[in-house]
């Protein structure tokens, strides 16, 4: 049958004077760890540890799991709270001696909660960076998802392409210096940054947006998809008799015929992380593109 749960709210010795609530280490360095042996305890000592433990029972009913401290032996592994209500845990031989909260993610990675900055914040436009001290220092990696909230013009959802340091992170690069709706627009202003959504999560399209990328794409030249998060592509060619190929890996995925109207069209949808992928056409004299567009 279930067991009832007591009222832990009640510690023991709580209003005691100090004097009857004696750490028997302080009597007898060492006490705690040996224990108790052929003796009569002074009540001092049974006061400290029944306030030990039903402090303890009570502060882990209210937490529900501990705040990280530097006493705690942590092992692989472990959970803890942090400092700012996040929960963590702590990588195969990560360091659990490391603050998780301003780790970044090298020994101990988000559990549960969101992280976010709050402060004075600069939005460049030109190079899509958004500068806000701490916000390199919430558990943020490549790909990631944040949210931007109390700004007048940069409310929207972005993905972290660059971490340049713990003050400075560039987002959806492809849009810097352009008006699309992942350009970030000129403005300094106090603002919230929130990592949304991890990269192993975050769906396509989140956080991502459609961007023109022709000048920078060539016929038959592979690219490689190093955003951190899966891309959608599409490009087209005003061309008649000539197929558009479409590869993803080296692995053709997508083929497209010249339609009535003399259009040829691929899209890639998706392209992961890390991928390569390219555009050719049989006829190898076919050398450029009408259109070439980017989900990222």
Same mark, same amino acid.
């Given at each position: 049958?279930?067991?009832?749960?007591?009222?832990?709210?009640?510690?023991?010795?709580?209003?005691?004077?100090?004097?009857?609530?004696?750490?028997?280490?302080?009597?007898?360095?060492?006490?705690?760890?040996?224990?108790?042996?052929?003796?009569?305890?002074?009540?001092?000592?049974?006061?400290?540890?029944?306030?030990?433990?039903?402090?303890?029972?009570?502060?882990?009913?209210?937490?529900?799991?501990?705040?990280?401290?530097?006493?705690?032996?942590?092992?692989?592994?472990?959970?803890?709270?942090?400092?700012?209500?996040?929960?963590?845990?702590?990588?195969?031989?990560?360091?659990?001696?490391?603050?998780?909260?301003?780790?970044?993610?090298?020994?101990?990675?988000?559990?549960?909660?969101?992280?976010?900055?709050?402060?004075?914040?600069?939005?460049?436009?030109?190079?899509? =960076?958004? $500068?806000?001290? %701490?916000?390199?220092? *919430?558990?943020?990696?490549?790909?990631?998802? &944040?949210?931007? #909230?109390? /700004?007048?013009?940069?409310?929207?959802?972005?993905?972290?392409?660059?971490?340049?340091?713990?003050?400075?992170?560039?987002? =959806?690069? $492809?849009?810097? %210096?352009?008006?699309? *709706?992942?350009?970030?627009?000129?403005?300094? &202003?106090?603002? #919230?940054? /929130?990592?949304?959504?991890?990269?192993?999560?975050?769906?396509?399209?989140?956080?991502?947006?459609?961007?023109?990328?022709?000048?920078?794409?060539?016929? %038959?030249?592979?690219?490689?998809?190093?955003?951190?998060?899966?891309?959608?592509?599409?490009?087209?060619?005003?061309?008649?008799?000539?197929?558009?190929?479409?590869?993803?890996?080296?692995?053709?995925?997508?083929?497209?015929?010249?339609?009535?109207?003399?259009?040829?069209?691929?899209?890639?949808?998706?392209?992961?992380?890390?991928?390569?992928?390219?555009?050719?056409?049989?006829?190898?004299?076919?050398?450029?593109?009408?259109?070439?567009?980017?989900?990222?």
């Amino acid at each position: 049958m279930a067991i009832s749960k007591p009222n832990l709210t009640r510690i023991w010795a709580a209003d005691a004077a100090g004097s009857d609530v004696v750490d028997p280490d302080v009597q007898t360095p060492g006490k705690f760890s040996l224990g108790w042996v052929a003796e009569k305890p002074p009540y001092q000592f049974f006061n400290f540890m029944q306030k030990l433990f039903t402090q303890g029972l009570g502060y882990f009913d209210e937490q529900g799991i501990g705040f990280w401290n530097t006493d705690t032996d942590y092992q692989d592994l472990s959970l803890t709270k942090g400092s700012n209500g996040v929960i963590y845990l702590l990588k195969t031989s990560g360091d659990g001696t490391q603050n998780p909260v301003s780790d970044g993610g090298t020994n101990w990675i988000v559990a549960a909660g969101k992280q976010f900055v709050t402060g004075t914040a600069t939005f460049t436009n030109s190079t899509n =960076n958004i $500068a806000l001290t %701490g916000i390199g220092s *919430i558990g943020l990696e490549i790909g990631d998802v &944040v949210q931007v #909230t109390g /700004t007048a013009s940069n409310n929207k959802l972005f993905t972290v392409e660059v971490i340049t340091d713990s003050g400075n992170v560039i987002v =959806n690069q $492809a849009h810097a %210096g352009d008006t699309t *709706i992942k350009s970030l627009v000129n403005e300094t &202003v106090s603002a #919230t940054v /929130t990592l949304l959504a991890k990269f192993y999560n975050a769906p396509v399209g989140l956080g991502q947006g459609w961007v023109s990328v022709l000048s920078s794409r060539v016929m %038959g030249t592979s690219y490689t998809n190093n955003t951190g998060r899966s891309i959608s592509v599409a490009a087209n060619k005003f061309t008649l008799d000539n197929d558009l190929l479409g590869f993803v890996d080296n692995v053709e995925v997508s083929r497209s015929g010249s339609q009535t109207n003399g259009s040829a069209q691929v899209d890639l949808v998706p392209v992961s992380s890390a991928s390569t992928y390219r555009i050719s056409s049989v006829d190898s004299a076919v050398s450029s593109f009408n259109s070439w567009v980017e989900l990222r």
